[in-house]
Every structure is written in structure tokens, then in C-alpha cells.
């Protein structure tokens, strides 16, 4: 069983920066994609952005050239920088870690609001 667990979130105004931290357990880390979604109130869950076990980045339209994905195997850890937050933005963010199965965390709130 893989444990993941979201950080980072909160209050942020129009324009400005966040970066989610998501930690997950597991010897094997450095195997498993992991991804960033989100879902805003009365929406679907979307896709933000993925990394792959070898570094390759994946981004949703909406956010390329604002969010930035990254992780470090040495601490179990991917990162969710995102700058220039628009209100379209405010979700609840959620981590997954993919390898024989998807786990989830719980998600960590963002709201962009002035």
C-alpha cells in the first residue's frame, strides 16, 4: 500500500505563487509516474501535469508555462510550482502515484481569490 500525502495549499491572490508538495511511501519511488490533478466545485477532476519515472513532463493547456512539476527521489517528493495563479485555478489538488496501481491522496485546497 502506497501512502500519499498532499501539502502547500491555501489562500493565494490573483497573480501570485504556490508550490504543492506531495510525499509518497515506498521504496520503489524512483519507478512510479507521478501527477498532479485538481477539481474545482461541480467540475470533473482534470489532469495538471505528470512526470514520468525518467523525468519527462506532461502539461494540461492550461496551465503550460505557469505550473512546473518536478520531483526528487531521494526524498520520496514531487513538487507543484505553480505561478501566476488565476482564479480559474482554485481546486482541490490532488497527487497520484502510479506504478501496478493509482493511489491518491486526500488533496490540499488552493483558492485564488483577491
Known amino acids: 500500500q502506497v501512502q500519499v500525502v498532499e501539502s502547500g495549499g491555501g489562500l493565494v491572490q490573483p497573480g501570485g505563487s504556490l508550490r504543492l508538495s506531495c510525499a509518497a511511501s515506498?521504496?520503489?519511488?524512483?519507478?512510479?509516474?507521478m501527477g498532479w490533478y485538481r477539481q474545482a466545485p461541480g467540475k470533473q477532476r482534470e489532469l495538471v501535469a505528470t512526470?514520468?519515472?525518467?523525468?519527462?513532463?506532461n502539461y494540461a493547456d492550461s496551465v503550460k508555462g505557469r505550473f512546473t512539476i518536478s520531483r526528487d527521489n531521494a526524498k520520496n517528493a514531487v513538487y507543484l510550482q505553480m505561478n501566476s495563479l488565476k482564479p480559474e485555478d482554485t481546486a482541490v489538488y490532488y497527487c497520484l502515484a502510479s506504478w501496478s496501481m493509482n493511489y491518491w491522496g486526500k488533496g490540499t485546497l488552493v483558492t485564488v481569490s483577491s
Open positions: 512526470i514520468s519515472s525518467g523525468g519527462t513532463t
Open positions: 515506498g521504496s520503489i519511488f524512483s519507478r512510479y509516474v
